[in-house]
C-alpha cells in the first residue's frame, strides 16, 4: 500500500451532472442530461500537483457534518446518521462505527496523544467518550442542550464540550 500524503478534505455531498454528452434538455427524466447523484460521503484530494481525488469513503447514510484526523491514516467523522465513525484514508474503509447516539451526531474529536480517547457531542444533549478498539462507549456526559461541538485539552486528560446553551464546560 503506498501512502498519498493527505492534506485536504472535502467533506459533504458530491453532485455528478451531465451523465450523457447530448446537450439538448430532455423532458424525458430517464434520458436527462442533467442528472444528479447524491452520495453521502468524504471525499480526499491530493492537492499537490493536479488536485486530484484519490479516495472516496462511502458509509454514512446522511450528511457527514464533522471530520478530524485521528491516528497516522485514518479518519474520524460525525454523521446526521445518529452514528461517528473511523476510516482508513489509504484503503477507503470503515474500520469503526459507533452507533449509542439517538439524534445527528455535530461533533467529534481525538485526543491527540492518546489514540485510546475519542468523543462525540450530539443533538441528543449527549457527549459520549469511546473505547475505540471497541464499539462501545466508556462513559456518556448529559447536557440540558444540543452539543454543538467537543474538543479534547492539549494533554488529553480533559474533554470540553460547548452546546446552544453558549455555555464551555
Given at each position: 500500500v503506498?501512502?498519498i500524503?493527505?492534506?485536504?478534505?472535502?467533506?459533504?455531498?458530491?453532485?455528478?451532472?451531465r451523465l450523457?454528452?447530448?446537450?439538448?434538455v430532455?423532458?424525458n427524466k430517464a434520458?436527462?442530461p442533467?442528472t444528479?447523484?447524491?452520495l453521502f460521503?468524504?471525499?480526499?484530494?491530493n492537492?499537490?500537483?493536479?488536485?486530484?481525488?484519490?479516495?472516496?469513503?462511502?458509509?454514512h447514510?446522511n450528511?457527514?457534518?464533522q471530520?478530524?484526523?485521528?491516528?497516522?491514516?485514518s479518519?474520524l467523522?460525525?454523521?446526521?446518521d445518529?452514528?461517528?465513525?473511523?476510516w482508513d484514508?489509504?484503503?477507503?474503509?470503515?474500520?469503526?462505527k459507533?452507533?449509542?447516539?439517538?439524534?445527528?451526531?455535530?461533533?467529534?474529536?481525538?485526543?491527540r496523544?492518546?489514540e485510546?480517547?475519542?468523543a462525540?457531542?450530539s443533538?441528543?444533549?449527549?457527549?459520549?467518550?469511546?473505547?475505540?478498539?471497541?464499539?462501545?462507549s466508556?462513559?456518556?456526559i448529559?447536557?440540558?442542550?444540543?452539543?454543538?461541538?467537543?474538543?479534547?485539552?492539549?494533554?488529553?486528560?480533559?474533554?470540553?464540550?460547548?452546546?446552544?446553551?453558549?455555555i464551555?464546560?
Amino acid at each position: 500500500v503506498q501512502f498519498i500524503p493527505l492534506t485536504l478534505i472535502q467533506v459533504g455531498i458530491i453532485f455528478v451532472h451531465r451523465l450523457w454528452t447530448d446537450k439538448s434538455v430532455s423532458t424525458n427524466k430517464a434520458h436527462s442530461p442533467f442528472t444528479i447523484l447524491t452520495l453521502f460521503a468524504i471525499v480526499l484530494w491530493n492537492v499537490l500537483g493536479e488536485n486530484e481525488n484519490y479516495n472516496v469513503l462511502r458509509g454514512h447514510k446522511n450528511a457527514v457534518i464533522q471530520v478530524q484526523w485521528y491516528a497516522a491514516g485514518s479518519i474520524l467523522s460525525a454523521s446526521a446518521d445518529k452514528t461517528v465513525a473511523i476510516w482508513d484514508a489509504n484503503r477507503g474503509n470503515r474500520i469503526r462505527k459507533f452507533t449509542e447516539h439517538t439524534a445527528i451526531v455535530n461533533t467529534c474529536a481525538a485526543a491527540r496523544d492518546n489514540e485510546l480517547r475519542i468523543a462525540s457531542g450530539s443533538d441528543d444533549c449527549t457527549a459520549i467518550l469511546w473505547d475505540p478498539r471497541t464499539k462501545n462507549s466508556i462513559d456518556t456526559i448529559y447536557h440540558d442542550y444540543q452539543l454543538c461541538s467537543v474538543t479534547f485539552s492539549h494533554d488529553g486528560n480533559f474533554l470540553f464540550t460547548a452546546g446552544i446553551d453558549n455555555i464551555i464546560r
